[in-house]
T-cell receptor, first 112, second 116 residues
Framework: LAKTTQPISMDSYEGQEVNITCSHN???????ITWYQQFPSQGPRFIIQ???TKVTNEVASLFIPADRKSSTLSLPRVSLSDTAVYYC?????????????FGTGTQLKVEL | DAMVIQNPRYQVTQFGKPVTLSCSQT?????MYWYQQKSSQAPKLLFH???????NEADTPDNFQSRRPNTSFCFLDIRSPGLGDAAMYLC???????????????FGPGTRLTVL
């Protein structure tokens, strides 16, 4: 089982880069790593997904080391609207992967 | 816009009274999921459908059942709700199969269930 852990909370200021790390020591070969953002009383929203190395899209970057036992979500130049809970999701129910498991979640608070 | 819709947004039921939550999608995705999310916790997968194939998680209580009559709709039935079942229930969808696709999920807004 891919047990995934994250820091409980992080604080930042507008305009700064934020890096949130997820630990997934038991990741399986077929597991992908995905990050979601969740606002209160809403469903999670997809941010970025990767398998290894680095992935970048218009809102974030995802860094995955060679051993894939951790991953880091990087949010460039955060704003107040980025205040939310961020979850990593690891797993792949088919092909021998682990059960889909969300990380413990990181509450990001962005201030002026 | 293509989306995942959950009804109702808020549901109140009595202890032991069966309740059904519904989810529909216009994305034409073949995989649908139900998650339970309690306050200040991460979503926890209850079960998912890959097309018509039902996949139950080992730790999902028997009290929770699901139906998927067609591609677009999926229902969560709680046969005898207890106080501990009060939570947000999230429906999600994804396209096709394989590891990558399972993780790229589209979530509905959730149904908040209160048990009195």
């Amino acid at each position: 089982l891919a047990k995934t852990t994250q820091p409980i909370s992080m604080d930042s200021y507008e305009g700064q880069e934020v890096n949130i790390t997820c630990s997934h020591n038991n990741i399986a070969t077929n597991d992908y790593i995905t990050w979601y953002q969740q606002f209160p009383s809403q469903g999670p929203r997809f941010i970025i997904q990767g398998y290894k190395t680095k992935v970048t899209n218009e809102v974030a970057s995802l860094f995955i080391p060679a051993d894939r036992k951790s991953s880091t979500l990087s949010l460039p130049r955060v704003s107040l609207s980025d205040t939310a809970v961020y979850y990593c999701l690891v797993g792949a129910p088919t092909g021998g992967g682990n059960k889909l498991t969300f990380g413990t979640g990181t509450q990001l608070k962005v201030e002026l | 816009d293509a989306m995942v819709i959950q009804n109702p947004r808020y549901q109140v039921t009595q202890f032991g009274k069966p309740v059904t939550l519904s989810c529909s999608q216009t994305l034409n995705h073949n995989v649908m999921y139900w998650y339970q999310q309690k306050s200040s916790q991460a979503p926890k997968l209850l079960f998912h459908y890959y097309d018509k194939d039902f996949n139950n998680e080992a730790d999902t209580p028997d009290n929770f059942q699901s139906r998927r009559p067609n591609t677009s709709f999926c229902f969560l039935d709680i046969r005898s709700p207890g106080l501990g079942d009060a939570a947000m229930y999230l429906c999600a969808t994804s396209r096709d199969g394989g590891g990558r696709s399972y993780n790229e999920q589209f979530f509905g807004p959730g149904t908040r269930l209160t048990v009195l």
